[in-house]
Nanobody
């Protein structure tokens, strides 16, 4: 059973940066694609960044150029570097990993609040 634990969220001022981490346990990360999602109050969960097994990355238009997803297979961890944060980035951020298109049970997420 794959378990996901997100960390690194917090309160940051507009224009600031945060680095989120997603620790994966119960399996070997290199066999999975990874993704970061977010859910703002009253909105559906949305995919903001993904990374394939081979390291190809893709981003939603709302974060492109500001966020960077990466993976460290040796540490079984997926990261999300978030720069130039905006108030509209405020949300609970979740990670997930996929194998053969199947996602795992969601973790608890980590709250990101962008406010002055």
């Amino acid at each position: 059973q794959v378990q996901l634990v997100e960390s690194g969220g917090g309160l940051v001022q507009p224009g600031g940066s945060l680095r989120l981490s997603c620790a994966v346990s119960g399996s070997i990360l290199r066999f999975y694609a990874g993704g970061w999602y977010r859910q703002a109050p009253g909105k559906q969960r949305e995919l903001v960044a993904r990374i394939t097994i081979g390291g190809y990355t893709d981003y939603s238009d709302s974060v492109k150029g500001r966020f960077t997803i990466s993976r460290d297979n040796a540490k079984n961890t997926v990261y999300l570097q978030m720069n130039s944060l905006k108030p509209e980035d405020t949300a609970v951020y979740y990670c997930n990993v996929l194998r053969n298109g199947v996602t795992q049970d969601w973790g608890q997420g980590t709250q990101v609040t962008v406010s002055s």
